[in-house]
């Protein structure tokens, strides 16, 4: 007996005659001699109905059948005789291997986004978040595939590092000291009984490490975790997330944005062409939107404009914005989402930001007032794409450390790499929920993650 798949069956261009499928039902109904079992097992938003005789052995277990109970089926595939499917399986055999309680929290309602956070072990099996989930590894998939056709690397940067790429201060630390007897020496927490023997943290971002490789492989990326100890709980912030970062050697800044733009283009255009069903549902029941929102960004050119152009445009714009704009302040989401969807009305990089809201590793410009760098920005988003072509002038990268109160110690490798035939180079990160939020429409970056760390939650 093969073991079909029901994205398969459905899809069978031919009956057949015998076929076995695995999976947990969805609604049962009886009638005089059989029952209608709705069977569902992940791979696809469609169910497939199994007619169950009642003179098959067993019939009374089949009877007691309850909404997420598990079975096996053996039977042929059929033309069905009811509306609302192609095929249907005619049971020969059906095994119960697991019966849900009648307490099982998914019943054939719509629950809201609140309720099935709170049960994320089972939320999967939803209608909604299958298809979330799949398109989340279709989009995973598209990453990559991006990236090895056009001849990048993937590197496994640590997950554990003893610097902040951002210089925020916003980390998590790790130890193994005993925190109910912390060592101390001088009245400070002395780490050199830490288990690294320095203070450690979660990595905020394989940036700095990835540009190690860019310097030896050429053309590289990571896609991983990442994680940052920000307080913020908004739809648009978690503390775990994953971030891909591309980094090119001898890259400037407008190569960078060329590359932001199609890696956003191939990878909108790859779910749209391959999950057609799942995007679909999003377009009918969460953004009626979606397909227009997702059709501009693969078809416009974007839009490219100096940070300076920008503020001007936000500073005449007759719109009351309830964070103030002017030159020096970051672009809030308002800022972002009006020139996205009002006024180019479609994807905009704007690029060359003051250097006081950026980090240090940013190329310094001649004007020396702004960096070269850049963020991509959608509609319905705002900021998805961080990126900026990297300081390698040793001489300029010490001066805006020293700039900006950082240590130099712990970057120590970081700044040997400018001495050691250092090239220009570039790169950026793309949040991957963002992105996620983005084609689907969905507006919660917790409703894009399967199991989310938000502040005051660490459930499952």
């Not at 988003?381 to 020293?402: F, H, K, P």
Request: proline fraction near 4%; charge should be negative; glycine fraction near 6%.
């Amino acid at each position: 007996m093969n073991r079909q798949k029901i994205a398969t069956l459905i899809n069978a261009d031919r009956p057949m005659a015998k076929v076995l499928v695995k999976g947990w039902v969805r609604t049962r109904r009886d009638a005089k001699s059989f029952s209608f079992i709705e069977i569902n097992d992940g791979s696809c938003l469609g169910n497939i109905q199994v007619i169950a005789d009642s003179a098959m052995a067993d019939y009374d277990l089949v009877r007691k059948l309850t909404t997420g109970s598990a079975v096996c089926v053996t039977g042929a595939l059929v033309a069905s005789q009811g509306g609302g499917q192609r095929w249907e399986i005619q049971a020969d055999t059906l095994t119960v291997i697991s019966v849900a309680p009648e307490s099982y929290p998914l019943q054939k309602k719509r629950h809201s986004d609140e309720f099935l956070r709170a049960i994320a072990h089972l939320r999967p099996r939803t209608n909604k978040y299958g298809a979330a989930f799949r398109i989340r590894s279709e989009l995973s998939y598209a990453v990559h595939r991006f990236f090895r056709d056009r001849g990048f690397r993937y590197i496994h940067t640590p997950i554990i590092t003893g610097s902040d790429c951002e210089g925020a201060g916003e980390l998590f630390r790790i130890t193994t000291l005993d925190l109910m007897n912390v060592p101390t020496q001088d009245a400070q927490v002395d780490y050199a009984q830490d288990f690294f023997a320095t203070e450690t943290n979660l990595t905020v971002s394989g940036q700095l490490s990835v540009e190690m490789f860019a310097l030896s492989l050429g053309d590289v990326y990571t896609f991983g975790p990442t994680f940052r100890a920000e307080n913020s709980n908004t739809r648009r912030h978690a503390a775990e997330f994953w971030m891909i970062e591309p980094e090119m050697a001898f890259c400037d800044l407008a190569g960078n944005m060329d590359l932001a733009e199609d890696l956003i283009k191939a990878t909108v255009g790859f779910i749209m062409e391959n999950c057609q069903e799942d995007l679909n549902l999003f377009a009918r029941f969460v953004d009626k939107t979606l397909m227009a929102t997702l059709e501009n960004i693969t078809a416009s050119q974007f839009e490219r404009l100096p940070y300076r152009e920008a503020v001007a445009i936000l500073e005449r714009a007759k719109k009351k914005f309830e964070y103030p704009v002017s030159f020096g302040t970051d672009l809030q989401t308002e800022h972002e989402r009006y020139l996205t969807e009002k006024h180019f009305q479609k994807p905009v990089i704007v690029y060359d930001y003051p250097k006081t809201i950026k980090p240090f590793y940013m190329r310094m410009n001649d004007d020396n007032a702004t960096v070269a760098a850049m963020d991509v920005l959608v509609p319905s988003i705002g900021e998805l794409i961080g990126g900026s072509q990297r300081e390698e002038r040793l001489a300029v990268l010490e001066n805006r450390m020293d700039a900006m109160g950082l240590d130099k110690e712990p970057y120590w490798w970081y700044l040997e790499s400018r001495r050691y035939g250092t090239v220009a180079h570039s790169g950026f990160g793309l949040g991957f929920e963002r992105l996620m939020m983005l084609i689907t429409g969905i507006r919660n970056i917790r409703d894009v993650i399967p199991f989310p760390r938000t502040p005051g939650s660490i459930d499952f």
